[in-house]
């Protein structure tokens, strides 16, 4: 019985990391349009504010959710041994760092794109 709960809590939780994956690129594909506007503003929108605030959110649950799947992999010897969870733990790590530094390129990219239209204006 213990297994088999524990091979719930893994599928539970996979999916909501799974889900909130998703939800990341949604908001990066939001985020990363604010700096092709053809006229950036000299200061970030509150949209923008609100994007950057809802992304950081989403990465902290997935780090959470994460660090959920982590703690039940090693409790548990049945999902231990599986070669399967193991890899899919270590590329939900992956992708977490990937976004990570992909939030931290588009701020940026951001702050470069204001810069340059703030010195094209002054």
């Known amino acids: 019985m213990a297994a088999n709960s524990g091979n719930t ?8 990391a799974r889900s909130l994956e998703s939800q990341t690129e ?9 700096s092709t506007v053809s006229t950036i503003p000299p200061k970030p929108t509150e949209d923008e504010r609100t994007t950057e605030a809802k992304l950081q959110d989403v ?3 997935r780090e959470s ?6 703690r039940l992999l090693e409790s548990d010897p049945t999902l231990t041994s599986s070669a399967l969870k193991q ?6 790590r992956d992708k977490l760092a990937d976004h990570k530094r992909d939030l ?4 940026a ?3 470069q794109a204001r810069d340059r239209a703030n010195l094209l204006t002054n």
């Open 9 to 16: 809590g893994w599928a539970q939780l996979r999916q909501q």
């Open 26 to 34: 949604t908001l990066f594909h939001t985020y990363s349009q604010f």
């Open 59 to 61: 990465l902290e649950k």
């Open 65 to 70: 959710v994460v660090s959920q799947l982590t």
């Open 87 to 92: 890899n899919n733990l270590s590329l939900l």
């Open 104 to 107: 931290v390129r588009l701020r």
């Open 109 to 111: 990219t951001l702050s």
